[in-house]
């Protein structure tokens, strides 16, 4: 037994698990995965990564993507100001960008340089002729200043033409500038299946070769990847950036990504991923060894001096599982939208036009009544001084990636920033107005010009707090939310295609996923999947020892026993996945047993089954299905000995079948009787009926037994009153094919009450069967309806049971022959739903007359019967008690009649 045990537990192992490693079960495990992780144990998500989303505002506020690369080039020079760890592009730059325009030199800096060239021309041109004028220059002198006025005009005409050139910008030239001047901006690099045949981007490749790539010490068990080609950005863009990383992901069969390569190697150089790839940087670009199963980082050097090796599990396929967090891409990690950036530059563009315009204003006009204003003057000075600064700090910072010039592009930006703040708190808008009343005084005639110019001022001072208190709120957002993070950049409008699935979210940025990469390393919270082999060793030996020491027990325990193992191994992987991230797949274990416990109850069950179908073919031919099925499910009610149940019976006798039977031969009775109990067994069957016995053309039966119901009385009745309709329509038949000489008239009797349902008999012979006085007064009944010419009576028990959906009228009250107790006798005639009208009619008018009847009010009542016979003529009692009526006007019955009827024959 324990031999067969070992193979039964054995071989269900073994072809599992050869299956498993042909990845038969792959989608099975993947969704485990799934659930595993919806179970996992919640743990706070890294606070240095954050999202740099072009969402639905960035496009409303920008326009359609692709941007102009400008837009983009101004929000790494922010990044760089606000101290931004890296910014990190999902965005692939491998095409050139059209021009653009530099829109803060059309709108200020061109005019300002206009202004200052001709303000230039115009002072020189004055002094030459004012000089003339006065003798102060002769005329042999004056060929030579003309010389000189003519070149400084030629001088100013030449930068004025490169100025005004400049305002086409190269904006991928300004995107590389911007990017190198950054300094920390890690471009994608795109991994191809085939072999690049455009020649100039073939020729790319040599750049991702050396800048690129990262020395891997690779074990030969190491998994290189499958791409062959790798593209990396334009060759500007490229050498601009610190580094760059492959984008590409291997996706599940079912769409979902749960799994992700963080190096692939590429004619003999190794690539990382593109968020592994500034993070390595960020420890000090550590040795790696790579094997099947680990990516190891040697002597990481983390924040606060602290170097360790970092040890990343991979999968038997080279990838790190993804830990991914249960919430959306918004709920999971901090963002920003791109729009707050561009919103800074338009604030920023504002400040430096209202700063401007404050020289046009005419502040001279009221330093003469307020000398203390010359302030203000002053200061509009120096905001022009500072604004063109700027510019050229940023053109020489860009053009020469200068970090020197960078820092004096920021700190002129600033100076200027707290020259507005400080005029503000001047409140010069509150002073001029003050000095209206008294310089209109003085000069009245001026006095429309004096309140126009001071609200002038008052306008340009309030544009100018207000633009600068949103644009210093706006900048301590983002750069409290920016400083020292891991920036990532990606599409996240409802325009992106790139858009996929993980195990909790049907739709899901795929920008997100670089998050999750960065988070797991950062916070070293991995997933760490067990080898295959361990998983198949487990499984054997998890099914051998349940298999062996249960071998003796009953089926149903060990069964039950085999499934519960199957949970508890389901429940301790989830709980070792939940606490320690370690992802054993319980499925290999889980369908090894269950195929191993069903196995071996199949093999138990052909043991078995011979007995029961022997069981099965016997009894059905005596017994109902539902008897035959308690007696398989549970053998030991072959033994002798019954139940006491409430139940009801029916027993049902075909009038003057003796007659008929005599008129046919053996063959046509058999003929007959087969087709007659066919469907009058069919019909109680169909109510969850049990055929007692057949005693010639009568049926005893019985509901409630072997199955317990509890509408039992209505399902007899119900029962009844069906077999009557079958029988009009057998007799249709039987008139037909002259199948009997008379057509068929069934007799009911049914009651409901405590009887003794079992098996009955010897140990040698039984029968499953009912007894007790509730089923002898069933038998009474049927026999009854002779003497009231009814066909379908029941008693007063079964009639309150069966409830008001069947159609009934009351009869007497009769003591049957053997049973002292009286019983009140009811006719089924119908369901209430089913009985048409006249039927209706006739119950109401009967059971008034019986009411007269029963207060021996003889003539009302014969009245009454006289009504409902007329309504059913023969075919009812109305005739008995029409004349019962009639011979108790003559002769009443005794005062001390009970209203019981004694019947004196069965």
């Known amino acids: 037994m324990n031999l067969k045990n070992f193979f039964m537990g054995l071989i269900p192992a073994a072809i599992f698990s050869f299956l498993y490693m042909l990845g038969a079960f792959a989608p099975l495990g993947n969704q485990v995965y799934d659930l595993f992780l919806r179970f996992r144990a919640e743990r706070e998500r890294s606070v240095d990564i954050v999202f740099l989303d072009v969402d639905d505002n960035a496009i409303a506020y920008n326009g359609v993507f692709p941007w102009p690369r400008s837009i983009i080039a101004d929000g790494l020079l922010r990044l760089g100001e606000y101290g931004a760890q890296a910014a990190i592009f999902d965005i692939e730059y491998i095409d050139k960008g059209p021009q653009g325009v530099d829109t803060i030199y059309l709108n200020q800096g061109?005019?300002?340089?206009?202004?200052?060239?001709?303000?230039?021309?115009?002072?020189?041109?004055?002094?030459?002729?004012?000089?003339?004028?006065?003798?102060r220059i002769s005329a042999e002198d004056a060929g030579e200043y003309a010389n000189v006025l003519s070149?400084?005009?030629?001088?100013e005409q030449n930068s004025l033409l490169e100025r005004a050139l400049h305002i086409a910008r190269d904006n991928d030239l300004y995107f590389i500038q911007s990017s190198a001047l950054f300094g920390r901006s890690w471009a994608s690099l795109n991994l191809r299946s085939q072999a690049l045949a455009d020649e100039e981007q073939a020729g790319r490749r040599p750049i991702a070769e050396e800048r690129f790539s990262y020395p891997v010490a690779a074990s030969s068990n190491a998994h290189k990847g499958k791409y062959v080609d790798i593209l990396p950005a334009l060759p500007g863009f490229a050498l601009s950036a610190e580094g760059a990383g492959f984008t590409n992901v291997e996706i599940d069969k079912d769409g979902i990504r749960r799994r992700i390569d963080l190096t692939q190697n590429i004619h003999g150089h190794w690539y990382l991923q593109l968020a592994f790839s500034p993070l390595v940087h960020f420890l000090g670009r550590p040795d790696i060894e790579l094997?099947?199963?680990?990516?190891?980082?040697?002597?990481?050097?983390?924040?606060?001096?602290?170097?360790?090796?970092?040890s990343i599990p991979l999968d038997g396929d080279g990838r790190m599982m993804l830990d991914w967090p249960k919430e959306d891409y918004v709920g999971s990690y901090q963002h920003i939208s791109f729009y707050q950036f561009s919103l800074m530059e338009e604030l920023e563009a504002e400040l430096e036009r209202y700063s401007r315009a404050l020289s046009g204003a005419n502040i001279p006009l009221f330093v003469q009544f307020d000398p203390s204003l010359v302030h203000v003057l002053f200061i509009s000075g120096d905001?022009?001084?500072?604004?063109?600064?700027?510019?050229?700090?940023?053109t020489v910072a860009l053009e020469h990636t200068s970090g020197e010039q960078y820092a004096a592009f920021v700190e002129y930006r600033d100076q200027a920033r707290g020259l507005i703040r400080e005029l503000i708190d001047i409140e010069p808008q509150a002073r001029v107005m003050a000095l209206i009343p008294s310089m209109t005084e003085a000069y009245p005639e001026y006095e429309e010009v004096f309140i126009d110019e001071a609200e002038y001022l008052t306008s340009l001072i309030h544009a100018l707090q207000v633009t600068l208190d949103r644009y210093e709120t706006e900048k301590e957002i983002i750069e409290n939310t920016v400083k020292d993070k891991f920036c990532i950049l990606g599409r996240v409008d409802t325009g992106t295609t790139d858009i996929g699935s993980n195990p909790f979210h049907g739709e899901y940025v795929n920008v997100g996923t670089h998050g999750v990469v960065l988070d797991m390393i950062l916070s070293e919270t991995f997933i760490i999947p067990t080898a295959m082999q361990w998983e198949i060793v487990f499984a054997a030996v998890f099914v051998l020892l349940f298999f062996l020491p249960t071998g003796k027990l009953s089926p149903v325990p060990r069964a039950g026993l085999g499934f519960l193992s199957i949970v508890v191994v389901l429940t301790a992987t989830a709980l070792l996945f939940r606490y320690t991230g370690i992802f054993f797949n319980p499925l290999l274990a889980a369908l090894a047993m269950i195929t191993a416990v069903i196995l071996r109850e199949i093999v138990s069950y052909a043991g078995s089954e011979q007995e029961k179908q022997f069981i099965r073919k016997a009894f059905s031919t005596y017994v109902?299905?539902?008897?035959?099925?308690?007696?398989?499910?549970?053998?030991?009610?072959l033994q002798l000995g019954g139940t006491k149940r409430h139940m009801s019976a029916i027993f049902t006798d075909v009038k003057g079948f003796s007659t008929i039977s005599e008129k046919l031969d053996a063959e046509q009775l058999v003929t007959l009787l087969n087709h007659y109990l066919t469907l009058m067994s069919d019909t109680i069957l169909e109510e969850k009926g049990t055929i007692d016995k057949y005693e010639g053309d009568a049926i005893i039966a019985f509901f409630g037994a072997p199955v317990e119901t509890t509408d039992h009385a209505l399902r007899a009745c119900v029962s009844a009153v069906a077999m009557k309709r079958i029988e009009a329509e057998?007799?249709?038949?039987?008139?037909e094919e002259k199948l009997s000489p008379t057509p068929l008239f069934t007799r009911i009797g049914i009651n409901t009450g405590s009887m003794v349902a079992g098996n009955m008999g010897t140990g040698n012979k039984m029968n499953y069967t009912i007894m007790g006085n509730a089923v002898n007064l069933a038998a009474r009944l049927e026999g009854v309806n002779k003497q009231y010419n009814t066909w379908i009576l029941a008693s007063e028990d079964t009639i309150r049971e069966a409830g008001e959906s069947i159609l009934v009228r009351r009869l007497d009250r009769v003591r049957v022959v053997g049973i002292n107790e009286p019983v009140r006798l009811f006719e089924v005639l119908d369901t209430v739903e089913g009985a048409d009208p006249q039927k209706q009619k006739l119950v109401e008018t009967f059971t008034q007359a019986m009411d007269y009847f029963e207060k021996r009010d003889w003539r009302a009542a014969i009245k009454g019967f006289r009504d409902s016979y007329?309504?059913?003529?023969?075919?009812?009692?109305?005739?008995?008690?029409?004349?019962?009526?009639?011979?108790?006007?003559?002769?009443?019955?005794?005062?001390?009649?009970?209203?019981?009827?004694?019947?004196t024959q069965k």
Not at 151 to 155: A, E, F, R, T
Not at 294 to 304: C, Q
Not at 383 to 394: Q, T
Request: proline share 4%; net charge negative; with cysteine.
């Open 151 to 155: 070149g400084l005009i030629g001088s």
């Open 730 to 735: 057998f007799n249709i038949r039987v008139e």
């Open 291 to 310: 094997s099947s199963r680990a990516l190891v980082m040697r002597n990481a050097k983390l924040p606060g001096g602290t170097v360790k090796d970092i």
């Open 870 to 903: 007329a309504i059913e003529g023969n075919h009812g009692p109305s005739a008995k008690y029409f004349q019962r009526c009639k011979a108790f006007i003559t002769k009443p019955p005794e005062d001390g009649w009970d209203g019981v009827f004694s019947l």
């Open 383 to 394: 905001l022009e001084e500072l604004y063109d600064a700027i510019y050229e700090a940023r």
């Open 110 to 135: 061109i005019t300002a340089d206009f202004r200052r060239s001709f303000s230039e021309i115009n002072s020189a041109v004055t002094d030459v002729i004012s000089a003339l004028g006065s003798g």
């Open 624 to 637: 109902s299905h539902d008897v035959v099925k308690e007696i398989i499910a549970d053998p030991s009610r």
